[in-house]
């Protein structure tokens, strides 16, 4: 009797052992099975990106790891924002165009700190050369939104006032930017300046060249306008205008007059630069269609298009366009002050003798950039 109890108990106590061995096992495989899969893709995701502790910890295959971490880091922080930025074009189709600029006000926000810690001071690759009061300040405001552009927001008059000072010191004075970005100045009196040519020539013989141009009349009188606001004692614009008005004779001689002769100073650039680097904004069209105008910029300077009618209303009181306000403002953008100012009123007459005067210079400007901008 006690032996079929011990032989009883015996056989009991081996089925345990053998369940709980065959459980242990089970739990410890499971455990490395997970533990596996957790240690490869954590390889994975960090592979190619370790950094070694020191320069010197090995060879050059080491060195050329390290030398990469920061294109690595840079190249994270991007593409993070291009993924953001192309689940916003789906996003874009059902949102309300207020809410889509601030969208694209927050990019460049996001952008602008990447670049901050990333970027470098490059000199740039595209210039508004002029010309003045044609709208320039317009272009380079509107511009100014697109994420893959940094300009500069002051006239630092480089290339016909400080050329002196050398390109370190001209590039010194440029927003950081990534190597996807566009870095922009604009200074409108390189247009007119016999040396600007040659000089931004010999920076760059690819930097890409924006002109807005105006009705030459119609810009002298804004730039007269401009002048008088500064020193009421200037003799009238008809007197400046002409040598002798019954004649009409005009005096080429005065700046303002002078600048609106647009195919004489063109030619100076052809000398040095091909028609294709140089974009001509109408100063008209930008009023009238800010979207389209700016669109072809956005071409012209190989960008993607992402400047249009939603960013834009028109401003009645200012008789130009503005941008739309973003979220995070309580005001639209609008350009300054100075910006719209009430025309001084010119005889008839002498608005009609000078439009007869620029008309030889229009065609002739019209046939060479292949454009018409109907200012006859």
């Excluded at 990106?49 to 390290?66: F, M, T, Y």
């Excluded at 991007?78 to 990019?107: F, Y």
């Excluded at 614009?237 to 609106?260: P, Y």
């Excluded at 109408?282 to 300077?301: C, H, K, N, W, Y």
Aim: net charge positive; with cysteine.
């Amino acid at each position: 009797m006690a032996h079929r109890f011990l032989s009883s108990t015996n056989r009991f106590s081996a089925r345990f052992a053998f369940i709980f061995t065959v459980s242990l096992s089970c739990t410890y495989l499971c455990y490395s099975i997970i533990f596996c899969r957790s240690t490869i893709m954590t390889n994975r995701g960090y592979e190619g990106r370790r950094c070694p502790p020191s320069k010197n910890a090995g060879g050059k295959k080491l060195l050329g790891n390290s030398d990469n971490c920061a294109s690595l880091e840079v190249r994270s922080a991007l593409d993070e924002t291009a993924a953001q930025r192309g689940s916003s074009d789906l996003r874009d189709q059902t949102k309300a165009p207020a809410t889509s600029g601030s969208h694209w006000t927050d990019m460049k926000l996001r952008n602008m700190s990447v670049v901050q810690k990333y970027g470098n001071k490059k000199l740039p690759n595209a210039l508004i050369v002029g010309v003045k009061k044609g709208g320039t300040r317009a272009v380079l405001e509107f511009i100014r939104i697109h994420p893959d552009v940094r300009a500069l927001g002051t006239e630092p008059h480089f290339f016909d006032r400080n050329y002196d000072r050398g390109l370190d010191w001209y590039r010194g004075l440029m927003p950081r930017t990534l190597d996807s970005q566009i870095t922009l100045e604009k200074t409108p009196s390189y247009f007119v300046t016999r040396e600007a040519p040659r000089r931004i020539s010999s920076m760059s013989h690819e930097t890409k060249l924006i002109v807005v141009v105006r009705n030459p009349v119609t810009r002298a009188i804004s730039d007269y306008t401009q002048t008088l606001s500064k020193k009421p004692d200037i003799p009238t614009f008809e007197e400046l205008a002409f040598k002798n008005r019954s004649l009409g004779l005009v005096d080429t001689s005065w700046n303002a007059i002078r600048i609106g002769m647009y195919i004489l100073h063109l030619e100076n650039w052809l000398q040095y630069f091909r028609l294709s680097q140089m974009h001509f904004v109408s100063g008209e069209r930008l009023i009238t269609d800010p979207a389209g105008e700016m669109g072809r910029v956005q071409d012209f300077l190989g960008l993607k298009r992402i400047i249009t009618d939603k960013h834009f209303y028109f401003n009645r009181t200012k008789g130009f366009p503005c941008l739309k306000k973003p979220e995070s403002s309580s005001q639209p953008r609008c350009l300054g002050k100075s910006k719209g100012r009430t025309h001084v009123q010119i005889d008839q007459e002498v608005i009609e003798q000078l439009q007869e005067f620029y008309r030889p210079f229009n065609i002739k400007f019209y046939e060479t950039v292949g454009q018409d901008f109907k200012w006859d």
